[in-house]
């Protein structure tokens, strides 16, 4: 039996930056087994914070205690005349991992994206065999599209 417990979601402010690093040092270990550069980490995340036009963090806590975290990216649609707000560095703590915190952190940036207004959809990209995360979005509304991304890194 699940206990219930209360997920409170908050801007995230400078005090979290340690936080949001270790985070998101753990989520590019456990989905890509990529070993992230902490003090360049460390810097994109408090760049983050240096410009709002960037976006902006949420901290999701249980009892006080960060317990996930969400970032907020911003990007331009010309067909929409509106912007798509980008769910990027979402990570939970293990021991908070199917308690909700994810959903409350979603159920956040859904509200905020509509008392803001001029936010046409919000989307988010999963490594497309993280099948636990795709189900976890999909309880969430969202459906996967048909576009394919493509990179080249530098």
């Known amino acids: 039996m699940k206990l219930l417990m209360e997920v409170a979601v ?3 402010t400078l005090a979290d930056v340690k936080f949001l ?13 990529l070993t992230l550069d902490r003090q360049r980490l460390r810097t994109g ?9 960037r976006g902006f963090y949420l901290i999701a806590e249980v009892d006080g205690e960060p317990a996930g975290q969400m970032m907020i990216t911003y ?5 929409r005349n509106a912007v798509f707000w980008w769910i990027q560095s979402v990570y939970t703590v293990p021991k908070m991992r199917g308690r909700g915190v994810f959903k409350a952190l979603y159920a956040a940036v ?3 994206a ?3 207004g001029g936010v046409c959809g919000l989307r988010l990209y999963v490594e497309a065999h993280n099948e636990a995360a795709q189900a976890t979005y999909r309880r969430c509304g969202m459906s996967e599209t048909v576009y394919r991304m493509f990179e080249k890194a530098r």
């Open 10 to 12: 908050r801007a995230a």
């Open 21 to 33: 690093v270790e985070g998101n040092a753990r989520m590019a270990l456990e989905t890509e087994n």
């Open 45 to 53: 995340v408090e760049a983050v914070f240096a410009d709002a036009e």
């Open 75 to 79: 990007e331009w649609s010309d067909w």
């Open 110 to 112: 859904e509200e905020m």
């Open 114 to 116: 509509e008392q803001r």
